[in-house]
């Protein structure tokens, strides 16, 4: 069965450095999505992406965060210059509609941990 | 409360009963949708019932949903210890993102 995968499955970087991470969507998924999860909190829509752009974003992705689809399988999410509170579980989700009636494979979640 | 708030936050029961999960959102939806999450892994889509539904089925798993009280309630028959997990429901409002509540965490004691 198809899945998002994502790596890595835990980072740690100090704060202020630039952390990539990086998600493989289903292969035939069109939408693509980050949302993150702080230990202990709910899960927090981050950003939709959408034929090379940005279609939605929430007040969390500030100028620090960005993402791209660099080729044909890869999506990333970049923090130039991480900070504590980003510390997270960070999920890469892929749909193969768009708007929210259809439904968002997760993948397994890489833990960023800043020190 | 916020979007998609669950009650209770924990459920213990044991192996063989019933649990149920209860979700309740404050705006306008067109579907929701719960997910299973166990400790530390990624989520896992469980079922989506649109605005227009009432109830939905998938194996053990039973959803209602009531709009004109804003809330759902998701079953899970015969329960396992398999089924130990947390429960989020997550709404969708026609835009794209999911707005997730804080979430139900399940016990299944043998």
């Known amino acids: 069965e198809p899945e998002v995968t994502q790596t890595p499955s835990h980072q740690v970087t100090q704060m202020g450095q630039e952390v990539i991470l990086r998600c493989v969507p289903i292969?035939?998924?069109?939408?693509f999505y980050w949302y993150r999860q702080i230990l202990g909190q709910k899960v927090e829509f981050l950003v939709s992406?959408?034929?090379?752009?940005?279609?939605?974003k929430s007040e969390i992705f500030d100028d620090q965060f960005s993402v791209e689809r660099p080729d044909g399988s890869n999506f990333t999410l970049k923090i130039r210059s991480t900070k504590l509170e980003d510390s997270a579980m960070y999920f890469c989700?892929?749909?193969?509609?768009?708007?929210?009636?259809?439904?968002?494979?997760f993948g397994p979640g890489t833990r960023l941990t800043v020190l | 409360s916020q979007q998609g708030e669950e009650d209770p936050q924990a459920l213990s029961i044991q192996e063989g009963e019933n649990a149920t999960m209860n979700c309740s959102y404050k705006?306008?939806?067109?579907?929701l949708q719960w997910y299973r999450q166990n400790s530390g892994r990624g989520l896992v889509h469980l079922i989506l019932?649109?605005?227009?539904?009432r109830e939905k089925h998938s194996g053990r798993l039973r959803v209602t949903l009531d709009t004109s009280k804003k809330s759902s309630s998701l079953l899970i028959t015969a329960s396992r210890a398999a089924d130990t997990a947390s429960y989020f429901c997550?709404?969708?409002?026609?835009?794209?993102?999911?707005?997730f509540g804080q979430g139900t965490r399940l016990t299944i004691n043998p």
């Open positions: 997550a709404t969708g409002s026609g835009v794209q993102k999911l707005v």
């Open positions: 019932i649109r605005s227009n539904e």
């Open positions: 989700a892929s749909s193969a509609q768009g708007g929210s009636y259809n439904e968002q494979f």
């Open positions: 705006t306008s939806i067109n579907n």
């Open positions: 992406f959408y034929n090379n752009e940005i279609s939605e």
């Open positions: 292969s035939n998924h069109l939408y």
